[in-house]
């Protein structure tokens, strides 16, 4: 553990913003599986969460958590499966 105040400050505020990333890039993962299955079976509501799952995937590159180009990607991939 440091004993700088400032590399304390640093700890802290690296916790929280991993918190967040892990979260956000966690809720991501998920709404990614949920399209991806909905669109394998063929369910009625498969657009809807096909729509959740790419403003996610924009939503995490837009913070860095993911490149825009695998973001681009994996959009790319829903898509084809629609």
Same mark, same amino acid.
């Given at each position: 553990?440091?004993? &700088?105040?400032s +590399? &304390?400050?640093?700890?802290?505020?690296?916790?929280?913003? =991993?918190?967040?990333?892990?979260?956000?890039?966690?809720?991501?993962?998920? *709404?990614?599986?949920? *399209?991806?299955? +909905?669109?394998v +079976?063929?369910?009625? =509501?498969?657009?809807?969460?096909?729509?959740?799952?790419?403003?996610?995937?924009?939503?995490?590159?837009s913070?860095?958590? &993911?490149?825009? =180009? +695998?973001?681009?990607?994996? !959009?790319?991939?829903?898509?084809? !499966? *629609?």
């Amino acid at each position: 553990m440091p004993n &700088i105040k400032s +590399a &304390i400050k640093r700890v802290k505020t690296n916790a929280k913003v =991993n918190a967040q990333n892990s979260q956000v890039k966690s809720a991501m993962r998920t *709404a990614v599986k949920k *399209a991806e299955t +909905a669109l394998v +079976a063929k369910e009625e =509501n498969a657009k809807e969460l096909l729509s959740v799952a790419v403003k996610s995937l924009d939503k995490a590159a837009s913070k860095g958590l &993911i490149h825009k =180009n +695998a973001a681009s990607r994996q !959009k790319a991939r829903l898509m084809k !499966k *629609a």
